[in-house]
């Protein structure tokens, strides 16, 4: 057994000098193009500025983590290193540590997305930099990085091969979509982190999401329709009737929408109505639960699209026929939110084609 440890023992110090003898150059991660940002924060990696509104307890958390953000580059390295440095870190068991703390790689071929890698600091080695890809042509690549789902990037450095060029390439995400929803549109429980539903609509129709998910306190609160309307924005997307009660929906949905279209009055409000959960399939009071809140929200949407101009409600679909696409009963597998993506697709651009916004 102490053999063994020494072993072990030696074997982390050789990988350590290992990656500490590579010729590499070192870049802040501020040095590539970040995109699916929808408010400025003092810290680039934060997605709403806490001090700036109302938000409480786990919601500050939240809105500081990095779920939806990305780095573009173009680089012609051979490999990518990265060194983050965290601050709030899930702790939950329903996502895994690649997508909550970890980092999903994207270069484009042949003028589409294709995945490349996906790669995180081990558990207890979170301070320690790690090697995302290595062993690339050394021609140039064009790169998307997806930053981590549920965690919070207080920094974060991108380690190239010595003399490698990094680049920001012209944004050819069009427009700005923001996003406002529960778990399911961060993408908790999803296998990575460019796998919610939002970047898959980004990388499949060109189009910015720019997103401000809350998982579990997408509540319609008022703190989120007023940094929602301090955004910049051409469109937004909401799920937010996956996490209220029916009392919140009741008291809190037209004050949200009004907060909201007082700032935008020209844009699209695309409300979406929550997934279907299995947890239902066999728990009786879960199933009522989930049904009146439907209905409930549903009654509701009708009545708000009628009462307010550029409002909608959609129905996105995330169960696949044989009902295998669940994680928990709640949370959609990423087929799951595959089918999401691929269920309100052409809804959504047929509704943003009314305003001009075309990929």
Avoid at 153 to 163: A, E, N, S, Y
Wanted: a positive charge; proline letters at 4%.
């Amino acid at each position: 057994m102490k053999k063994f440890v020494l072993l072990f023992f030696i074997c982390g110090i050789l990988s350590a000098q290992t990656l500490q003898s590579q010729s590499l150059t070192w870049y802040e991660g501020t040095e590539a193009g970040l995109i699916g940002k929808l408010l400025p924060t003092e810290n680039p990696y934060h997605r709403a500025d806490t001090s700036r509104y109302a938000f409480e307890g786990h919601e500050r958390n939240l809105v500081r983590c990095s779920a939806g953000l990305a780095l573009r580059f173009n680089t012609n390295s051979t490999s990518i290193y990265l060194a983050p440095e965290y601050g709030y870190m899930y702790k939950g068991i329903s996502t895994s540590f690649l997508a909550s703390r970890g980092f999903d790689l994207y270069i484009k071929q042949n003028g589409k997305w294709l995945w490349a890698a996906a790669a995180g600091p081990s558990v207890g080695r979170e301070d320690k930099p790690f090697n995302l890809i290595a062993t690339m042509d050394g021609s140039e690549h064009e790169c998307l990085l997806y930053l981590p789902m549920y965690s919070e990037l207080r920094g974060l450095k991108i380690g190239l091969d010595k003399g490698a060029t990094l680049v920001v390439p012209e944004n050819d995400f069009k427009y700005r979509i923001g996003v406002f929803g529960s778990s399911f549109t961060m993408g908790v429980s999803t296998s990575r982190s460019g796998m919610s539903y939002p970047v898959q609509f980004a990388r499949r129709t060109g189009l910015q999401i720019l997103s401000i998910a809350a998982s579990g306190q997408c509540k319609l609160q008022d703190s989120f329709a007023r940094a929602i309307a301090d955004a910049q924005v051409d469109a937004m997307i909401f799920d937010t009737f996956s996490n209220p009660t029916i009392e919140m929906i009741q008291e809190r949905l037209f004050p949200f929408i009004e907060t909201v279209q007082a700032a935008h009055p020209d844009i699209p409000l695309i409300f979406q109505r929550t997934i279907y959960r299995e947890k239902r399939n066999f728990s009786l009071e879960a199933n009522r639960i989930e049904a009146d809140r439907i209905a409930f929200a549903d009654s509701l949407m009708a009545i708000a699209c009628k009462k307010y101009k550029n409002v909608y409600y959609i129905y996105p679909d995330a169960t696949s026929p044989d009902h295998e696409s669940s994680v928990d009963g709640v949370h959609p597998s990423n087929y799951g939110y595959t089918l999401w993506e691929r269920s309100i697709e052409k809804k959504v651009l047929r509704i943003l084609r009314r305003y001009g916004i075309r990929p």
